[in-house]
T-cell receptor, first 112, second 114 residues
Framework: RKEVEQDPGPFNVPEGATVAFNCTYS??????FFWYRQDCRKEPKLLMS???SGNEDGRFTAQLNRASQYISLLIRDSKLSDSATYLC?????????????FGKGTKLSVKP | EAQVTQNPRYLITVTGKKLTVTCSQN?????MSWYRQDPGLGLRQIYY???????DKGDVPEGYKVSRKEKRNFPLILESPSPNQTSLYFC?????????????FGEGSRLTVL
């Protein structure tokens, strides 16, 4: 089983749609979880951290399910500008920044 | 402006010709790292550094060297580049004491080895 797995997509959705991405991780000792966004040919940027209690930032909601070892990202009212690749990132045990593991990303394309 | 700067942004070279990709950050970050990104493989870590003179291998270190003589700089060295090192390279930095997991990436260096 791969350490961090994501559905590569692409997810093609119309503007205004709600879309959800899931990510699974294999190491039950993983400590921290994040979603990064990467635009085509650009560098990844932190979108949001994922907390155990779930967290929301505007149209974006992140959830963590430790028992099932998955993380989700929900985007409501999709905008054209949401088109990007979304990377699930997991920090392994030990707390070191060197243990950040990136998923391969899920591509989202929002159409007019 | 807080940033991570990589140079060159684009490079075409030939097999065996040594090259260095520089990376510099102005945020006084302790942690720096190099990744390569290839289609279908995602981001893979090459080397990372927790602080000056402290470096460690990532997942794909073969064919690469790094050094961390100063806090702000973390160059990636390809002693004898080969075509399988054609890739998009990202340097990243983070504060050890800052929001864990928030990596700041450079704009990327696209390398082609012929």
């Amino acid at each position: 089983r791969k350490e961090v797995e994501q559905d590569p997509g692409p997810f093609n959705v119309p503007e205004g749609a709600t879309v959800a991405f899931n990510c699974t991780y294999s190491n039950s000792a993983s400590q921290s979880f994040f979603w990064y966004r990467q635009d085509c040919r650009k560098e990844p940027k932190l979108l949001m951290s994922v907390y155990s209690s779930g967290n929301e930032d505007g149209r974006f909601t992140a959830q963590l399910n430790r028992a099932s070892q998955y993380i989700s990202l929900l985007i409501r009212d999709s905008k054209l500008s949401d088109s990007a690749t979304y990377l699930c990132v997991v920090r392994g045990y030990g707390g070191s920044q060197g243990n950040l593991i990136f998923g391969k990303g899920t591509k989202l394309s929002v159409k007019p | 402006e807080a940033q991570v700067t990589q140079n060159p942004r684009y490079l075409i070279t030939v097999t065996g010709k040594k090259l260095t990709v520089t990376c510099s950050q102005n945020m006084n970050h302790e942690y720096m790292s190099w990744y390569r990104q290839d289609p279908g493989l995602g981001l893979r870590q090459i080397y990372y550094s927790m602080n000056v003179e402290v470096t460690d291998k990532g997942d794909v270190p073969e064919g690469y060297k790094v050094s961390r003589k100063e806090k702000r700089n973390f160059p990636l060295i390809l002693e004898s580049p080969s075509p399988n090192q054609t890739s998009l390279y990202f340097c990243a930095s983070s504060s050890a004491g800052g929001r864990a997991g928030e990596l700041f990436f450079g704009e990327g260096s696209r390398l082609t080895v012929l």
